[in-house]
């Protein structure tokens, strides 16, 4: 069955320092990657995504993931966190074609000033 | 504009009840969703209709009912509610397809907080 997975259940940063999440899928055909963030008591909004393309993509607030098809992974990264990057952040993967969306359990950020 | 909206925002309910949750999506979509999150925050895929075809349908109890008047709404029914259907529930929609920029990707609403006592 496809699954996701996130390695780190809760981070804790300082701010300034970078960040790294993995996230690992298992399905093998064809996949859209997606990072989702949900700050406390919000809903999910879109970090990035991934079709097709370049393997390295940008979103908003200076996220970017990139795709490595050989390791199956979407890692999402910020070379700065900023103490409004608290959040929970979801990697999900749909296969082409499908829009059944499959979400990793989440990672908490927590970032101190 | 808000794009996904749900009410009611917060649902507090006592074991037994039946209550719904109604979802509007304003964005053109053809597919729409409905999401549990659970206290530890995962999230997992209940239902998925498109053009008010139910198209995805997990195992859930037999107690939620899902209905789509027409492609901008979709709403949730629950029977007997159970302590166990405590939960924030997410309605989404998207653009359908294999191809295009969006497709595939999803918008949330605010999310619905169901707590059973």
């Known amino acids: 069955a496809q699954s996701v997975s996130q390695h780190n259940h809760h981070v804790i940063l300082s701010e300034a320092a970078s960040l790294e999440l993995g996230c690992n899928y298992s399905y093998g055909g064809t996949v859209n990657l997606f990072w989702y963030v949900q700050y406390p008591g919000q809903h999910l909004q879109l970090l990035l995504k991934?079709?097709?393309?370049?393997?390295l993509v940008k979103g908003i607030k200076g996220f970017e993931a990139e795709f490595i098809k050989s390791k199956f992974s979407f890692n999402l990264r910020k070379p700065s966190v900023q103490w409004s990057d608290t959040a929970e952040y979801f990697c999900?993967?749909?296969?082409?074609?499908?829009?059944?969306?499959?979400f990793g359990a989440g990672t908490r950020l927590a970032v101190h000033p | 504009d808000t794009a996904v909206s749900q009410t009611p925002k917060y649902l507090v309910t006592q074991m037994g009840n039946d209550k719904s949750i109604k979802c509007e999506q304003n964005?053109?979509?053809?597919?729409m969703y409905w999401y549990k999150q659970d206290s530890k925050k995962f999230l997992k895929i209940m239902f998925s209709y498109n053009n008010k075809e139910l198209i995805i349908n997990e195992t859930v109890p037999n107690r939620f009912s899902p209905k789509s008047p027409d492609k901008a709404h979709l709403n949730l029914h629950i029977n007997s509610l159970e302590l166990g259907d405590s939960a924030v529930y997410f309605c989404?929609?998207?653009?359908?397809?294999?191809?295009?920029?969006?497709?595939?990707?999803?918008?949330f609403g605010e999310g619905s907080r169901l707590t059973v006592l």
């Open positions: 999900a993967v749909t296969r082409g074609g499908y829009n059944k969306l499959i």
């Open positions: 991934y079709f097709s393309g370049d393997p």
């Open positions: 964005l053109g979509h053809d597919t």
């Open positions: 989404a929609s998207s653009k359908s397809g294999t191809g295009g920029p969006n497709t595939g990707e999803l918008f």
